[in-house]
């Protein structure tokens, strides 16, 4: 930290590929050495799920193309925890990758369950390492520090380099009595503090809320308490990753007196998961689905997926009568121990309605303590800052206006040195004051079906063409002189059929053809490009004319002698 800012090959850079601007995607880079022969870390590979604009998209993942083109440089991948905000795409872009990748033993275990339901094909280099351990990766030296969350074993990591040291927080909460699991590790950060840290890279997902958030063992013991009193069933869906969520259900059920069952396949990954690596006792009791149907409304309570709508899912089912097992009716309660992601409102209302209609009672976290949250409030915020005393902050895990509100805060706080990049902003953290130096490529990519295809440039920007406007397709053939010898036809998708004065909009388009390619001199009409771009802007004229609006045009011209 001691030399002067202009010797290059001192510099410590930060990237995303993404994680800042959205909460998913995240995939932070960190890179030492002069600009051309940098030797990175990444830390995290996760996804995201499309938004309205992405239709028919499974799920999207970064675009890596910049350190993939960097071969060699990129030392090793280092997972924080098991979140598919930050594993999941790990399994489709490692063989981009081919690095070593470290991570705690849940993590490592909830990867390489996916992995063998991914058909055990993928033989990626796995490295365990132990809560809080300390190694190497390349140039880098690495320390998992345990925070808490809502899965287990979440790590930040203090990256000590050459250039500077930082601390990168991972998700994270000060949870005081987690369910599973120790508590944030408060020892090990103050050491770090007081050993001196450059730049906090930091959580930004519940900058908007003051205070500090409840407890998991809150949660717990208020499900205990609802499920003690409810008459009949008692349905409750959570993210199946919350490893101390699923513990707390089962933990109620029994205070309750009444059985376990458990639906849904992410469930019962996480609950193998757990009993491997000791989190779960080895005799974890709970009812297959199956046995759903015979046991008493009173003596029942089942976790099940589903909490986000999910279509598939055992819950969604379940509400549409079409689960060959699960079953609910009148008076049954059904805890939504979750939050709604923004953008899967209204998934989870059309699920709820289905439930409503039944005659179930329904809890959300808006009306009784039923979930809580795995990332810092404002308070928790600050407790960090006091921990770690970092020199400068940069905001992560948040969209534009947490990252903002972030880095307000954290300049409210006393912090000096605030900056907000977006993603691809290549950010020279050491030495000197945070600066945004260069910038490199960034990008969604979206699984579709089997294949994954580009974001930007693929089928999905017309699809969402398609979705808004629909589609005419004419066709007709002509010969090499110019000549139509056919009649023109016409397919029109997505478009209204009959004009506001009542007339076939398909008759619109065979018109707008046909005299769009007489009005053409003959001499002219032998360029059939001519013809074929004529046609199609008089189609979608025509179109718009009637109906305010311009579909997708496609013109077919044959040619025959
Ligand atoms: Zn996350
Ligand atoms: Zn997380």
Request: charged share 25%; net charge negative.
């Amino acid at each position: 930290m001691a030399q002067s800012p202009n010797n290059k090959s001192d510099e410590l850079v930060f990237l995303a590929l993404g994680g800042l601007g959205e909460i998913g995607m995240n995939v932070y880079l960190y890179g030492i050495g002069p600009a051309q022969s940098r030797q990175w870390l990444m830390v995290d590979l996760g996804i995201t799920f499309p938004g309205p604009t992405e239709p028919g998209v499974d799920v999207v993942l970064p675009d890596l193309r910049f350190i993939a083109a960097e071969k060699g440089a990129l030392a090793g991948l280092v997972v924080t925890h098991a979140h598919e905000d930050h594993i999941g795409a790990i399994i489709e872009l490692w063989p981009q990758l081919q690095v070593p990748v470290y991570a705690t033993p849940f993590t490592m275990g909830m990867l390489k369950a996916k992995l063998s339901e991914f058909g055990g094909r993928l033989k990626p280099d796995l490295h365990e390492i132990p809560l809080g351990g300390r190694f190497n990766v390349g140039a880098f030296d690495v320390e998992f520090i345990s925070m808490t969350h809502s899965i287990p074993e979440t790590s930040g990591l203090a990256i000590r380099t050459p250039n500077g040291n930082i601390f990168h927080s991972s998700d994270w909460k000060i949870d005081p009595e987690p369910v599973i699991g120790k508590p944030i590790d408060q020892e090990k950060l103050k050491a770090l503090g007081r050993e001196g840290v450059d730049v906090i890279v930091c959580d930004s997902t519940n900058v908007l809320r003051d205070g500090v958030s409840p407890s998991e063992t809150d949660v717990a013991n208020s499900l205990t308490e609802i499920i003690k009193k409810a008459p009949h069933r008692v349905a409750v869906t959570t993210f199946a990753s919350n490893l101390g969520r699923v513990l707390a259900v089962a933990r109620a059920a029994h205070a309750a007196g009444r059985h376990l069952v458990v639906a849904g396949r992410s469930l019962h990954r996480v609950i193998d998961v757990g009993i491997d690596t000791g989190y779960l006792p080895p005799d974890f009791k709970y009812l297959d689905q199956e046995e759903f149907g015979y046991l008493e409304r009173g003596e029942i309570v089942v976790l099940l997926t589903g909490s986000q709508g999910e279509p598939r899912a055992a819950l969604s089912r379940a509400a549409d009568g079409e689960h060959p097992d699960i079953k609910f009716s009148k008076g049954d309660l059904v805890i939504y121990s979750s939050r709604n992601i923004p953008g899967n409102e209204k998934a989870i209302g059309r699920v709820q309605n289905s439930l409503a209609r039944m005659g179930c009672e329904i809890l959300t976290d808006s009306e009784d303590l039923v979930h809580v949250t795995g990332h810092p409030r404002r308070g928790e915020l600050r407790q960090m800052y006091e921990w770690i005393q970092p020199k400068a902050l940069i905001p992560m895990h948040g969209e534009a206006r947490h990252l903002r509100a972030h880095a307000k805060f954290a300049s409210e706080c006393g912090i000096k040195n605030v900056l907000v990049p977006e993603d691809g902003a290549i950010v020279r953290l050491a030495p000197g004051k945070p600066t945004i130096v260069d910038d490199a490529p960034v990008g969604r990519l979206y699984r579709d079906g089997r294949l994954i295809v580009p974001g930007d440039e693929g089928p999905v920007r017309e699809r969402r063409k398609l979705s808004a406007v629909g589609i005419a397709v004419a066709s007709f053939t002509m010969t090499p002189r110019g000549e139509l010898i056919s009649d023109v036809l016409a397919i029109l998708d997505g478009i209204p059929a009959k004009t506001r004065d009542g007339d076939s909009m398909e008759d619109v388009v065979l018109d707008a053809v046909e005299s769009t390619i007489e009005s053409i001199p003959k001499a002219r009409r032998k360029n059939l490009d001519l013809v074929r771009d004529a046609v199609y802007r008089a189609v979608r004229a025509a179109i718009n004319e009637e109906w305010g609006k311009k579909p997708i045009v496609k013109i077919m011209v044959h040619v025959v002698e």
